[in-house]
């Protein structure tokens, strides 16, 4: 059955291994007959500092007002983001603080510690790419920018199942073993 897929590209730069297994993803997906959306953090304009937290409210730009209209829209999302120092790039974090708003993404219930989520219904996989070795990052350093998007971020928000596929280790890969994980992301989309 066809969804509406959102694809969220985390990396700043469109020309990078993440720009391509979004390209991959999407082309993969659009096979299949989804219909395809897809936002490249790198091209908008937004301020990703929400500067006085949950204080007062700080107007979206154009850009966010869109992104959360796509969002909305959504069935399934995908975001694609390198891990850079445990977790995702801070342009993808400044855009999930800026976007994932109380009345948004969830909404505290009044004289309680619970809340509602308010992106119930979706699903979403995270692609990401990383120089530490997969293994690594699992058995060692524990996970924690996985644990960060799956659980206080989406699943905060009602986002599940969220599925995540790491590409690693990027920087001792071979054009072969890229190739390998484009023809994986394709498959994802296909599947999605």
């Not at 299949?32 to 730009?61: C, K, M, N, T, W």
């Not at 974090?93 to 976007?99: A, H, L, N, Q, S």
């Not at 023809?183 to 599947?191: D, F, M, T």
């Amino acid at each position: 059955m066809p969804k509406r897929i959102l694809v969220i590209l985390g990396h700043p730069r469109t020309a990078s291994f993440c720009g391509a297994l979004a390209d991959a993803y999407a082309e993969g997906a659009k096979a299949a007959g989804h219909e395809v959306r897809v936002i490249s953090l790198g091209s908008l304009s937004f301020d990703p500092i929400l500067h006085d937290g949950y204080a007062a409210v700080q107007a979206l730009e154009p850009d966010l007002v869109d992104a959360q209209a796509a969002i909305t829209w959504a069935e399934h999302l995908v975001f694609v983001y390198p891990l850079w120092w445990g977790a995702m790039p801070a342009l993808l974090k400044g855009f999930i603080d800026r976007v994932f708003l109380p009345g948004f993404a969830f909404k505290f219930r009044d004289g309680s510690v619970f809340w509602d989520r308010l992106l119930a219904g979706r699903s979403a996989h995270l692609l990401v790419t990383m120089d530490t070795p997969p293994w690594y990052y699992r058995w060692v350093s524990g996970m924690p920018g996985h644990k960060q998007m799956k659980h206080t971020i989406l699943g905060f928000s009602g986002v599940k199942p969220v599925r995540i596929s790491n590409f690693g280790t990027v920087k001792t890969s071979t054009p072969e073993q890229r190739e390998k994980w484009l023809a994986q992301a394709r498959e994802h989309g296909h599947r999605a």
